[in-house]
């Protein structure tokens, strides 16, 4: 059974959620590790001659350590890139929160020391009209790392976010800030003092820019200390 569980979201989409779990993966492993990942939904998947693909959950699967089948990583596999639940709806399917707890704690039961758990979009994402993404950690009760893109507007939903998390009974275990862009933000280490001192996790990394997803550049940024003890 997974020794330590966590779920990966991030203020918003598109914010590198897949790079930083990848980067903790590829850290996990170097320092002796037997890690897993996990999407539970992904939409923008594309026909491949195995089935749907998506290529944020292939980069999870190279990057962890344990050799599990794609559909035991993402086992929710959606064609159209948009929203998870218009997603599903335009493909006939009802996605609840109860249905991917379940494929979460039969991933939990696998053997290793590292799990994360990659959410998909916000923290409020809907999965139908009564339920948010938000209900399916605190179902497993598991902490949070929350990826944070150091861009204009981060501090608001950081902490909007943050706010969020707490409010629903979850701790963060940790944040990790992403640039998602070559250029260097305007004020860049203004705004990791004001989120280091405001934000209730400590700080796991700032992973750089790099043309190229080289996770073992990103895994030097990230202190694994402060999210295992």
Known sequence: MAKHTF????????????LVSAAI??????AGLRTLGMKPIAS??????????????????????????????????????????????????????????????????????LLLIEGAGGW?????????????PQALDVPVILVVPLQLG?????LLTA???????????????NRPQQQVMSCESDTLEYLQSHLPAPCLGVLPWLPDADLSAMADE????????
């Open 154 to 158: 981060c501090i608001n939903h950081a």
């Open 163 to 177: 706010e969020a998390i707490r409010s629903d009974g979850l701790r963060i275990a940790g944040w990790v800030a």
């Open 7 to 18: 779920f990966v979201t991030g203020t918003d989409t598109g914010v590198g959620k897949t």
């Open 25 to 30: 993966l590829h850290a996990g492993g170097r």
């Open 222 to 229: 990230l202190n694994l200390g402060l999210l295992l003890g």
């Open 44 to 113: 923008g998947c594309e026909e491949s001659g195995e089935g749907l693909r998506n290529e944020d959950a292939l980069l999870l699967q190279a990057s962890m350590t344990e050799n599990l089948g794609y559909e035991q990583i993402n086992p929710i596999a959606l064609k159209p890139a948009i929203a998870p639940h218009v997603a599903a709806a335009q493909e006939g399917k009802t996605i609840t929160a109860q249905r991917l707890v379940g494929f979460c704690r039969g991933m939990q039961m696998q053997p290793g020391d």
């Open 124 to 136: 409020r994402v809907p999965l139908n009209e009564r339920e948010t993404y938000a209900r399916v």
